[in-house]
């Protein structure tokens, strides 16, 4: 019995480590020094261990070579990053939850596809709720995909050090509240943002990233679904 | 997941580890603080009341879509209806519920506008001053008080009889040695600052044709851009605006505006101009300043002030010498064969002779005459007329419009026009040679800081013509000089159920008509007077035959000059010429004195700067709690009627609405046109819906037969126009073809035969007749002495995008980010006159030597030698401080007085020292043409 908590906490932290990792690259802009931290021997072998026998590991093994061997892209990667989730034009993918959740295609002309939507102040609570506050120098908003990903992170460190110390009520209090964040928002709607990234990307690393994190967010989605039959 | 892939996905995981840059977004606290501050928080907004009504932030006149909940007005987007708020705006069948899904934009003085309306220092009650004019002691009356004080008069204020409404509407002369002058009703002044349509033609049927006064509005335009209106309406007939159509447009140059950040309508300009900018378009800034229009210009030519004239004569000299003029266009005599000639709707009278004798065209009665193929014929029964033509007829040289242009136009070399412009001559060769390579797709267009000036009507022709040069008048993409307009809400036209123009007196039983002449003697001809005929020339004051639209700043000095006679009451309305007027507070000492004005009544919505020194203010509604019927600018091709409609209900229960201020007015006074059937029969007038509702069901039932808004009776066409905020042309319909839809048709004055044969009433001479570039003058003709030694700097002043005239000074969101260093001067005059950013300066002029003092603004984007105030700031008044109410200090916002204003340093004429310099013809006063000098204090 031990053994299987620790295992279940040790799963958490894992998640949650995944859930970071898309959050920070999709928060943040691809510079030399992420770049290089990502494209490394280590990266290749997580990508394959995380999503064994998925097409888009060999995508960003072969990405990561050429950058390993000279081959690098950054200023490629630069540009497509600012224009898919910066820059509102052509590529602009729109990367907050209310705009998904309020109108089915945020790109319609003249619908009402508002930031900082109903969505945008259900999730920004639901932080509070959890004392988080945002960073100082972070001037996103509540409902970036990234940001939703960091929460559920956030819920699975919690759940699992909840395990780690025995406190089982704790531990499911925890699982539930992300359970229910999975469902009623992060799930809602990041396969249909994802699914843009990936039409709209202009290198296939962002394509590559997008397909990883959505095949990933199904995976969570089956699990739940298992758990909750269980 | 199987054991294995678990314990994979946990070693993968730990992997990425090391791969992390950041620690997240997001921290944990004890006491977490929310997101951002300022959201928009939609929950006030779901289920409140949608009401659609014209904003009155600036003169744009936007739709507005605001929500109203328990009353209050809570938010504020852009009616999408409306064209200034969306491209394209919805269709107008749309349904109103579904368009409460969508959004247009409106500017940040427009969102701000709650702040206005719910501004705190608003007047709430009548007031009645208890000191001397201008004390700041005051004291709340009724209603019922201050309409019988101002209807019977009496001793009000204890220094002596005063005559009220009642008393001073007489239809004796004034004076019966000068019976032009008119009756003693034109006693009363009627003076509103912002008043606009549907509004001002309530007010003028009050003064005029109720109570029979001849000074009826007197309003602002002529510290706005009036000389625009009035060059162009010298160049057009019944036109007198003209804009670009941006969205087919190739080329545009702007003198003397900032599209991006003033003008009409400012946003619809702002939003269309991007469209053009990433279509490839070329945008030319002709500005001193280097404006956010400059920003986003492919060129900026920073232009010494008061000069757009030379400028545009030099353009004709290379477009000339260039054989870049539209001869073709040019020789088409009359407008049929401008049609089967090139399709033209329009044509000029290049090809007309004048007389050398009496300035005056040629003609053969009625029928104006040109040569064609050396032979005289008429104007009318040519296809083709001769543009050089010199010749003699029975006697008389004449010579062709286009010849006398052309000789005008080579007085100068482009070097010398480029001397008088303080540019290189290339700048002037490289616009010439870009506004001629597009067709008729370039437009040359032209607002405030062109026309401000002394020269103001002149540069305005001057601008003007340049277009009729290149032929693209009303053609898509070229310069369009009528727009959509708008449906007739006073009726007269076919489809209107309701003639309020009244041309069969129906509608206004025992309707007055005012005669006379009027107090800033605009549309006056000196050489009618008596006084004319004793004096000759110089008239004692200026007067302005051309100048339709008002002499605002002529006002208040002929009040105090009791000139051409004494007003006994003035009653001004959303007015503040002390405070906006160049040298407005010279103006302030005019009407202090009760034995020369011996009533004075505002109107207004909080104590302005000239409301402080009336009798009575009595307190009026906001814009968002009035009613009115807005039209646009022909920047908007389609038609359109906004309508203006309360959206809450009013912040202060004891404010009315002007409408109703006058109708109380004049019920008590018996005058006609009130009351029961004070419409004529079956329809009264005691509210003012009963009044806009006659103007609804105009715009509603549309121009022509058929042409009427859905519904089966008059009170559901209404409905379906007041639920839409007004009626609007579907976007589709901007174009007809090659042309704009709703283009101006008819003729094109480069010659205009009326100017140049009126002459000035200061100096008795004649009016030019062609374009023309004049320097800075005063009244009497003379040229303003430079002073450059004293005075080293030119000050000019602008709008900042945030901020219109003098309203917006009350919001806290505005002035928030409105700079603290207001006086701004060019880095490298900064460092001459050891001036850093920031630092405490003093500007002054001859006029004004104490001058005003402000923090400067260092910048790179002025032209050196010029020193520029934004306008809107500097209050003295406007509750930045407090006054006395009921024997006590009334609260204040210190930082809506905060910054200053270039107003107060602006010349004074030379010859009437009580005035600032004004344009002689249109009436515009001079904003631009003060030399001033600055130091650091
Ligand atoms: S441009 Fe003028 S009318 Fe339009 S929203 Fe702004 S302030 Fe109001």
């Known amino acids: ?97 209310s705009v998904y959740r309020q109108h089915d295609d945020p790109h319609a002309k003249g619908g009402k596809a508002a930031l900082w939507g109903r969505e945008a102040r259900e999730v920004a609570q639901l932080y509070k709720d959890e004392g988080l506050q945002p960073r100082e120098h972070f001037d996103g908003l509540p409902d970036h995909l990234g940001v939703e990903l960091e929460f559920v992170a956030f819920l699975s460190c919690k759940c699992a050090a909840a395990m780690e110390c025995g406190d089982q009520d704790k531990a499911q209090g925890f699982y539930a509240k992300r359970a229910a964040f999975l469902a009623e928002h992060l799930l809602a709607w990041s396969g249909k943002c994802l699914t843009r990234v990936g039409q709209n990307a202009s290198t296939p690393f962002y394509a590559a990233l997008a397909a990883l994190l959505k095949s990933f967010l199904e995976d969570e989605k089956y699990q739940m679904l298992e758990a909750a039959n269980f | 997941m199987s054991a294995t892939s678990r314990r994979n996905f946990i070693k993968g995981a730990m992997a990425l580890s090391g791969l992390l840059m950041t620690g997240g977004c997001m921290s944990e606290s004890s006491q977490p603080k929310n997101w951002i501050s300022g959201a928009p928080d939609p929950d006030m907004v779901e289920g409140a009341k949608v009401v659609r009504t014209v904003c009155l932030g600036c003169h744009s006149a936007c739709g507005l879509q605001v929500k109203a909940k328990d009353g209050v007005a809570v938010k504020i987007d852009g009616n999408p209806y409306h064209p200034n708020t969306r491209e394209p705006q919805l269709p107008y069948a749309t349904d109103p519920k579904e368009a409460e899904n969508v959004n247009g934009t409106v500017c940040a003085k427009g969102g701000a506008t709650l702040q206005t309306m719910y501004n705190p220092y608003r007047l709430q009650h009548p007031l009645k ?47 019966p040695g000068a019976p032009e002058l008119g009756p003693k009703a034109n006693q009363l002044s009627f ?54 159509d941006i969205m087919s447009a190739e080329y545009i140059i702007f003198f003397g505006t900032t599209p991006y950040e003033a003008n009409f309508p400012m946003q619809a300009l702002a939003r269309k101009l991007n469209y053009f900018r990433e279509r490839g378009g070329t945008m030319v800034i002709v500005d001193p300043r280097f404006s956010n229009s400059a920003a986003k210009a492919a060129r900026w030519i920073p232009i010494l002030p008061g000069t757009d004239a030379a400028f545009a004569l030099g353009m004709m000299r290379w477009m000339m010498e260039n054989d870049r003029i539209d001869l073709e266009y040019l020789s088409f ?92 001559a290339a700048a002037i060769e490289r616009e010439a040679d870009d506004f001629t390579s597009h067709s008729r797709k370039a437009t040359a267009d032209f607002y405030r800081g062109s026309v401000q000036h002394t020269n103001g009507t002149y540069t305005a022709r001057t ?64 050489e009618e007077t008596t006084e004319f005929k004793k004096n000759g020339y110089p008239a004692k004051r200026p007067w302005f035959p051309f100048a339709y639209n008002h002499v605002y700043q002529e006002v208040f000095p002929s009040i105090a000059a009791q000139y051409p006679y004494q007003t006994k009451c003035l009653i001004t309305y959303w007015n503040n010429v002390v405070y906006s007027a160049p040298a407005g507070i010279r ?95 079956g329809r009264d007038l005691v509210e003012p819906w009963d009044w806009y509702k006659l103007l609804v069901a105009n715009i509603a039932y549309g121009d022509k037969e058929g042409d009427s808004v859905p519904g089966a009776t008059e009170e559901e066409k209404v409905r379906y126009v007041v639920e839409r905020g007004g009626r609007f042309e579907d976007y589709k319909d901007a174009y007809k073809g090659p042309y704009t839809k709703h283009a101006y048709k008819g003729p094109c004055f480069i010659y205009n035969e009326e100017l140049a044969t009126s002459s000035d009433s200061m100096t008795g001479e004649f009016y030019d007749g062609l374009p023309v570039y004049e320097p800075v003058k005063d009244c009497l003709g003379r040229p303003v002495e430079n002073m450059a030694a004293e005075y080293p700097f030119h000050i000019i002043t602008y709008h900042p995008v945030y901020h219109a005239q003098a309203r917006t000074a009350a919001s806290p969101w505005l002035m928030g980010v409105t700079p603290e260093e207001v006086i701004q001067i060019n880095a490298g005059d900064a460092e001459h006159l050891g001036i850093k950013h920031g630092d405490m300066v003093r500007v002054y ?61 602006m010349l004074l004429d030379p010859h009437l020292k009580d005035v600032c310099l004004q344009d002689p013809i249109g009436g515009s006063s001079s904003f631009y043409d003060t030399r001033v000098a600055v130091e650091k204090v």
């Open chain 1, 1 to 97: 019995m031990k053994h299987e908590i620790a295992e279940a906490a040790a799963m958490e932290r894992a998640r949650a480590r995944l859930y970071t990792f898309f959050s920070d690259l999709l928060l943040n802009p691809p510079t030399a020094e992420r770049l290089d931290k990502l494209f490394t021997v280590a990266g290749e072998t997580a990508m394959e261990m995380l999503f064994p026998g998925h097409p888009d590991v060999e995508t960003f093994k072969q990405i990561s070579w050429r950058h390993r061997f000279g081959r690098r892209q950054d200023q490629d990667f630069l540009l497509d990053y600012e224009a898919l989730f910066r820059v509102p034009g052509e590529s602009y993918v729109h990367p907050f939850e």
């Open chain 2, 129 to 175: 001053r208890v000191g001397p004019r201008g004390s700041g002691k005051w004291k709340t009356i009724t209603w019922e008080q201050a309409y019988g004080e101002i209807i019977d008069g009496g001793d009000l204020f204890g220094e002596g009889h005063v005559d009220g409404l009642k008393a001073i509407r007489s239809f004796d002369p004034i004076d």
């Open chain 2, 191 to 244: 003076m509103a600052g912002r008043i606009e349509h549907g509004r001002k033609e309530f007010t003028d049927r009050w003064f005029e044709n109720c109570y029979g006064t001849v000074n009826r509005r007197n309003d602002h335009t002529s510290i706005c851009e009036t000389s625009h209106h009035i060059g162009l309406d010298l160049c057009f007939k019944g036109s007198h605006h003209i804009k670009p």
């Open chain 2, 333 to 424: 005599p009359n407008a049929k064969a401008a049609k089967q000639g090139a399709g033209h709707l329009t044509w000029s009278n290049a090809t007309c002779l004048v007389r050398d004798d009496d300035r005056k065209l040629l003609k053969d009665g009625d029928n104006l005459l040109v040569m064609s193929n050396g032979s005289l014929a008429s104007a009318e029964e040519v296809k083709s007329a001769d543009l050089l033509v010199d010749t003699t007829v029975d006697g008389v040289r004449v010579q062709s419009v286009y010849k006398l242009l052309r000789d005008r136009v080579m007085e100068r070399t482009i070097q010398q026009y480029a001397g008088i412009c303080g540019l290189d």
């Open chain 2, 463 to 526: 601008l003007g013509i340049l277009n009729f040069l290149i032929g693209n008048i009303s053609w898509r993409g070229g310069c369009e000089a009528h727009g959509g307009s708008h449906w007739h809400e006073l009726g007269g036209k076919p489809g209107n159920p309701y003639d309020i123009k009244d041309k069969k007196k129906e509608f206004l039983p025992g309707k007055v008509k005012a005669s006379g002449v009027h107090i800033d003697r605009h549309k006056n001809r000196y």
């Open chain 2, 587 to 681: 103006q302030i000492e005019a009407v202090k004195n009760p034995k020369v004005l011996p009533l004075f009544v505002a109107i207004d919505i909080v104590m302005g700067e000239t409301s402080s020194l009336a009798d009575y203010i009595l307190p009026c509604r906001h814009f968002l709690e009035d009613y009115g019927t807005p039209h646009v600018a022909p920047t908007i091709l389609t038609t359109t009627s906004g309508l203006r409609q309360p959206v809450a209900e009013p912040a202060f229960k004891d404010t009315k609405m002007l409408e109703q201020i006058f109708i109380d007015i004049g019920l008590k006074m018996g005058l006609p046109g009130f009351g029961k059937d004070g419409l004529g029969p």
């Open chain 2, 845 to 905: 002029s001859e006029s004004n030597k104490d001058g005003v003092r402000g923090k400067a603004w260092v910048m790179e984007a002025i032209r050196p030698g010029i020193i520029c105030i934004p306008h809107s700031l500097g209050h003295w008044q406007y509750s930045s401080k407090s006054f006395e109410l009921d024997d006590k200090p009334t609260g204040s916002a210190s930082w809506i007085g905060r910054g200053c204003s270039a107003n107060p340093v």
